[in-house]
């Protein structure tokens, strides 16, 4: 996996605020999120994985290894079940929330940069990222 320990920053973000209204994130929260230019990271120790996202906002770990559940903290504090699997070069995250909500993400990682589609109910988020 060539991409990992690659560090990629965000160029370009579309339906950022629809998405996070979606999943239930708050009014501060969201103005504070759309506001910042996160970096990604993806770490790897053995058969585990961490996918690091940093900003001035924020950063957060989530530490997965594939194929199993993990429990995780999205960035505005809400518990979640995640799933991540490996595609090649895609890394797919189902998560759902206590309430039945299901978001997907799709990370397709190449050499010169990292997509990110974001999937809640009929909302879709696409944010581009360039390798730094």
């Not at 058969?47 to 594939?66: A, C, G, H, I, R």
């Amino acid at each position: 996996m060539e991409f990992v320990g690659k560090k990629y920053k965000m160029v370009s973000s579309e339906n950022f605020d629809e998405f996070m209204k979606t999943i239930g994130v708050g009014l501060i929260t969201r103005k504070a999120a759309n506001a910042v230019t996160p970096t990604v990271e993806l770490r790897q120790d053995g058969d585990n994985f961490v996918l690091v996202t940093s900003s001035t906002f924020k950063t957060t770990e989530m530490k997965f290894k594939p194929g199993e559940e993990f429990d995780e903290e999205r960035a505005d504090g809400a518990k979640v079940k995640s799933v991540c699997t490996f595609e090649g070069n895609t890394l797919k995250q189902v998560q759902k929330a206590a309430d039945g909500l299901e978001v997907t993400y799709v990370r397709e990682f190449g050499p010169e940069e990292m997509k990110a589609v974001m999937t809640a109910k009929d909302v879709t988020c696409t944010r581009v990222y360039k390798v730094q």
